[in-house]
């Protein structure tokens, strides 16, 4: 079973708005971690913003914020004022328990209309 | 700047040759990853390495091995290479025990191509 799901392969914002990249995930574990990383198309993975399963607060950095519901296992990335360069691939992961080891879900291509 | 260095961008070999990816870290950090990244699925971990001479099979190790002789070095060896492994191969490294919060470091990624 996927432990990382993103439901939107593709998604359009216009410049200046506002977008959400959806993210649920599975586990049963009650410490885990999740991130978001972009990647443009240079390829290289760009850390976005983490969020730990004992947060009490949503994550926020600069102009992503992390909308984080634990009881529906959800984990949403908001990116606030789009710019051309937010185009790119975001991947959800999820690290749990002890393990050292990340799970991705499967990405989301955005694009910024100017 | 810290960085993860992958030896080539882009690589293109002919089915059944043996292929080696290189990928170097100058964090000093003890873990390293190396996953393949296919449209639609995302990354997925293939091995990880948890110190010198330390190898853990992911979930996609067939047709793959590793290898990790000094910490700053993890190689990825393609022993015979089959057209299925065409694809974006992505290495990692992270610092193990420093919280939850420790994150991936990731290099630019070898867009392998079998022919």
């Known amino acids: 079973a996927q432990k990382i799901t993103q439901t939107q392969p593709g998604m359009f914002v216009q410049e200046k708005e506002a977008v959400t990249l959806d993210c649920t995930y599975d586990?049963?574990?009650?410490?885990?971690?999740l991130f978001w990383y972009k990647q443009p198309s240079s390829g290289e993975m760009i850390f976005l913003i983490y969020?730990?399963?004992?947060?009490?607060q949503n994550a926020t950095e600069g102009r992503y914020s992390l909308n984080f519901q634990k009881a529906r296992k959800s984990a949403n990335l908001v990116i606030s004022a789009s710019q051309l360069g937010d185009s790119a691939m975001y991947f959800c992961?999820?690290?749990?328990?002890?393990?050292?080891?990340?799970?991705f879900g499967p990405g989301t291509r955005l694009s910024v209309l100017p | 700047d810290v960085k993860v260095t992958q030896s080539s961008r882009y690589l293109v070999k002919r089915t059944g040759e043996k292929v080696f990816l290189e990928c170097v870290q100058d964090m000093d950090h003890e873990n390293m990853f190396w996953y393949r990244q296919d449209p639609g699925l995302g990354l997925r971990l293939i091995y990880f390495?948890?110190?010198?001479?330390?190898?853990e099979k992911g979930d996609i190790p067939e047709g793959y091995s590793v290898s990790r002789e000094k910490k700053e070095r993890f190689s990825l060896i393609l022993e015979s290479a089959s057209t299925n492994q065409t694809s974006m191969y992505l290495c990692a490294s992270s610092r193990p025990d420093r919280g939850w919060d420790e994150k991936l470091f990731f290099g630019s990624g070898t867009q392998l191509s079998v022919l």
């Open positions: 586990t049963s574990d009650p410490s885990y971690g």
């Open positions: 992961a999820m690290r749990e328990g002890y393990g050292q080891n990340f799970v």
């Open positions: 969020q730990g399963s004992y947060d009490q």
């Open positions: 390495s948890y110190d010198v001479k330390m190898k």
